[in-house]
């Protein structure tokens, strides 16, 4: 499936919401309000800390999020990449266009511009894919559910809390260099687009421009598009930690 991004649409990744990082329900409340008046919301993965298709429980917890995110979709199209964090969602939202890693990157256009855009964890090594195409599969989830009740939801609890404690704002050292070798001769675009690794950069391919998205767990940033006459497609908006109580 090709997509078209719309002038003005939102673009997001790595909010890995918990209790402990509410900040994305203020930013998509004022979605849902009008008082932010995206084109598009592009959810670039990790939006949440644990949302599994198939545990009842990571569902729950994160309802408020899903709830403005579904009454968002009714109003906008919602374009959501699975990450390692959150998926099996086809369920959950409805109204969503969703992505799984195995259809990324997805293949978008922008004014005669073709724009790839991923959660950021494919090419990855070997060991890395059998583990992620471990996780997803229903019967393991199935088994998580069970062992999760058996516990008295304590195994996702944990989790949970293990995730919120995570340092997810490292700097990656060499990350260029990373980068280059990763993509290099792999894609014919003008515009790579992706999340995952939370550093904000972009790196000149000569063929295309790479942009690694800020988390926004990490500083309330998200990206608008703006016209492709620029040299970046993208322009970064910093949203305040007083506007969302950080």
Avoid: W
Avoid at 60 to 66: D, F, L, P, S, T
Avoid at 228 to 237: A, D, H, V
């Amino acid at each position: 499936m090709s997509l078209s991004i719309k002038e003005g649409a939102f673009l997001l990744g790595d909010a890995h919401y918990s209790h402990l990082r509410p900040q994305l329900e203020g930013f998509l409340q004022d979605i849902k309000s009008c008082k932010l008046k995206p084109t598009q919301l592009i959810l670039l993965g990790d939006i949440f800390d644990a949302l599994f298709g198939g545990v009842p429980i990571t569902k729950e917890v994160n309802k408020n999020i899903i709830n403005l995110i579904n009454d968002i979709s009714t109003k906008i199209e919602v374009i959501y990449l699975e990450g390692n964090h959150d998926f099996n969602l086809k369920n959950i939202f409805p109204n969503v266009k969703i992505f799984t890693i195995s259809k990324q990157p997805v293949e978008c256009n922008y004014k005669n511009k073709k724009v790839f855009i991923a959660h950021g964890d494919i090419e990855s090594p070997v060991m890395y894919k059998v583990y992620t195409a471990i996780v997803r599969d229903k019967f393991v989830l199935f088994l998580l559910n069970i062992l999760n009740n058996l516990s008295g939801n304590k195994i996702i609890m944990r989790l949970n809390d293990y995730l919120s404690k995570k340092e997810d704002c490292n700097k990656f050292t060499n990350f260029n260099e990373f980068i280059i070798r990763r993509l290099s001769g792999n894609y014919k675009c003008d515009y790579f687009i992706e999340g995952h690794f939370h550093q904000n950069k972009s790196v000149k391919f000569d063929d295309f421009i790479y942009t690694n998205l800020a988390s926004f767990a990490c500083n309330q940033r998200y990206f608008t598009v703006k016209s492709s006459q620029e040299l970046e497609l993208l322009e970064e908006i910093y949203l305040k930690g007083d506007v969302y109580g950080t």
